[in-house]
Nanobody, 120 residues
Framework: QVQLQESGPGLVMPSQTLSLTCSVS??????????WYWIRQPPGKGLELIGH???????YISPSLKSRTSISVDPTKNVFTLQLSSATPADTAVYYC????????????WGQGTQVTVSS
């Protein structure tokens, strides 16, 4: 059974970098038909796409976040990471990692989500 688990600080100071890791267990990241996503949900709002990557490192980041966001992947360690620089309170959200199986376009696995609060 594939499992995704987010990890990282729950509290980030404004202007600092928000860093999260998604660890994938029970499966491999190598097939190119998997895309690995970061998604967030601010309080009282809907889900927001941050970006995604594949095992070869090809990455897409939402234009609204592109200037301060990077996503990296290490399929040999079964992890992918998110870095969001210059954090502001508007970045406060529950952050999720998820897998999209692109053959059928099915979101088949999600992490449980991790709360990140940006505050001094």
């Amino acid at each position: 059974q594939v499992q995704l688990q987010e990890s990282g600080p729950g509290l980030v100071m404004p202007s600092q970098t928000l860093s999260l890791t998604c660890s994938v267990s029970g499966g491999t990241m190598f097939p190119n038909y998997y895309s690995w996503y970061w998604i967030r949900q601010p309080p009282g709002k809907g889900l927001e796409l941050i970006g995604h990557t594949r095992y070869r490192g090809k990455t897409y980041i939402s234009p609204s976040l592109k200037s301060r966001t990077s996503i990296s992947v290490d399929p040999t360690k079964n992890v992918f990471t998110l870095q969001l620089s210059s954090a502001t309170p508007a970045d406060t959200a529950v952050y999720y990692c998820a897998r999209l199986q692109r053959n059928d376009y099915v979101w088949d696995y999600w992490g449980q989500g991790t709360q990140v609060t940006v505050s001094s």
